[in-house]
């Protein structure tokens, strides 16, 4: 089983607990507004880092990432952005995509707060790690 550390909304902000909350994932997945590539680099020198630009990330992050990462974790259909919005409230081209593509599981930052919800409509896990920026 794959183990995963997942966060947002770094804002240039790198905690040196993520060293050790982290050392026992596999990978960290990050939702956007990293702030300044040196924290995506860092978090990469101890794990696999799949991530996708927020909203305050520069040309050098969007050039780096993406702003949606859809891929499969284990058997695990996952989509991950940062402006997503959330069940009931997507925003209207996600909305839009998850209505005639969801996920299983939909990743999104943004909020600053931490959401679990399962979403009935698409049949899906909504995911908002909140944030761990200053």
Same mark, same amino acid.
């Given at each position: 089983?794959?183990? +995963? ?11 040196? %607990?993520? #060293?050790?909350?982290? /050392?026992?994932? $596999?990978? +960290?997945?990050?939702? &956007?507004? +990293?702030? $300044?590539? /040196?924290?995506?680099? %860092?978090? #990469?020198?101890? #794990? #696999?880092? !799949? ?6 990330? $520069? %040309?050098?992050? %969007? ?6 990462? !859809?891929?499969r974790c284990?058997?695990? $259909? ?6 997503? &919005?959330? *069940? &009931? /409230?997507?925003?209207?081209?996600? =909305? ?6 969801? *996920?299983?599981?939909?990743?999104? &930052?943004?909020?600053?707060?931490? =959401?679990?919800?399962?979403? =009935? ?7 908002? *790690?909140?944030?761990v920026g200053?």
């Open positions: 089983m794959t183990r +995963i550390g997942l966060i947002s909304d770094t804002h240039s902000f790198f905690d040196e %607990r993520f #060293k050790e909350l982290f /050392k026992e994932v $596999d990978e +960290i997945w990050h939702a &956007g507004d +990293i702030g $300044d590539i /040196k924290v995506l680099d %860092r978090l #990469k020198e101890f #794990k #696999k880092v !799949r991530a996708v630009w927020g909203n305050i990330d $520069d %040309r050098v992050i %969007r050039q780096e990432l993406n702003e949606h990462e !859809r891929f284990e058997q695990v $259909d996952v989509w991950m952005t940062h402006i997503g &919005g959330y *069940p &009931g /409230k997507y925003f209207v081209g996600i =909305k839009n995509e998850l209505a005639k593509n969801p *996920p299983q599981l939909f990743i999104s &930052g943004h909020s600053h707060i931490l =959401k679990v919800i399962y979403d =009935k409509q698409f049949n899906l896990l909504h995911l908002n *790690p909140g944030a200053i």
